[in-house]
């Protein structure tokens, strides 16, 4: 009876230590499995290079978004970066990259547009005057000086014709003064009056002959300057209706 009491305790021990052997395989099974997953996963995005998303932020001790990468409604990608009001908009729409000042608005700007100008922008707080700077498709291209209301005052330009002009603006933006070398590389001074009509000009014509006019307020000249072919000096007076009424010699 004790042998048969004995036996049955081994038993029942073995079978015990059996089912344990059992679970503990299988916990290993199962963490090896985990670990090669793991390690697939890992091996896989390094070779491809690849995390993918919709939209990616970088959160700042605060909680709030001080980053984000995602795409504009029209698939084009943008990175924006705040700081309080300073930020920084890096988008393919353009492209064109935006900076704003700690106040939020003093900003530069730099990016091609839909006619394929490319354009560099300076302004202060205000957001219109500041600077712009222009290359064309054609090759033209300029620098413009814009006023507290954004008009342009002032224009350095190369002209897709050919030529190059400086010209400036009054508050109403006409131009009162133009200095520039037309396609012919001649060059040439106006000076305008508040309605636009040319009251003085110089220029070098083409054969190296100087020349003066002033003119009226209907911008019909009234006095020539200028030299003949040997250098003689020569001038001109008209009437209001352009007539001859004065030369010398």
């Known amino acids: 009876m004790a042998d048969s009491l004995c036996s049955q305790h081994v038993l029942a021990r073995l079978d015990r230590l059996e089912r344990a052997n059992r679970r503990y395989r299988l916990a290993l099974a199962a963490a090896g499995a985990l670990c090669f997953a793991w390690a697939a996963c890992s091996v896989g995005s390094q070779a491809g290079n690849t995390l993918s998303a919709q939209r990616f932020a970088l959160l700042g001790a605060d909680g709030k ?9 029209k698939g084009n990608p943008m990175l924006h970066l705040r700081n309080g009001e300073a930020s920084a908009l890096l988008t393919t729409n353009g492209p064109s990259l935006l900076l704003r000042g700690p106040d939020g608005k003093t900003g530069a700007f730099v990016g091609v547009d839909t006619r394929n100008t490319s354009r560099l922008e300076l302004c202060s707080q205000r957001l219109l005057d500041g600077v712009r700077l222009t290359v064309h498709e054609d090759g033209s291209a300029g620098a413009f000086v814009l006023d507290a209301n954004g008009r342009e005052r002032g224009a350095l330009q190369w002209l897709p014709e050919g030529g190059a002009a400086l010209n400036f603006r009054d508050g109403r933006g006409k131009i009162r003064s133009n200095f520039g070398l037309d396609d012919g590389g001649v060059p040439n001074l ?10 003085a000009g110089m220029l070098v014509e083409e054969d190296g002959s100087p020349l003066l006019e002033l003119a009226d307020d209907r911008g019909q000249a009234r006095l020539h300057l200028t030299t003949l072919f040997d250098g003689s000096p020569r001038m001109e007076m ?7 009424s004065f030369q010398a010699p």
Request: charge should be negative; proline fraction near 0%; hydrophobic fraction near 40%.
């Open 238 to 244: 008209r009437a209001g209706d352009g007539a001859l």
């Open 65 to 73: 978004e001080k980053a984000t990468l995602e795409l504009d409604q």
């Open 190 to 199: 106006l000076l305008l009056d508040e309605n636009g009509a040319r009251r």
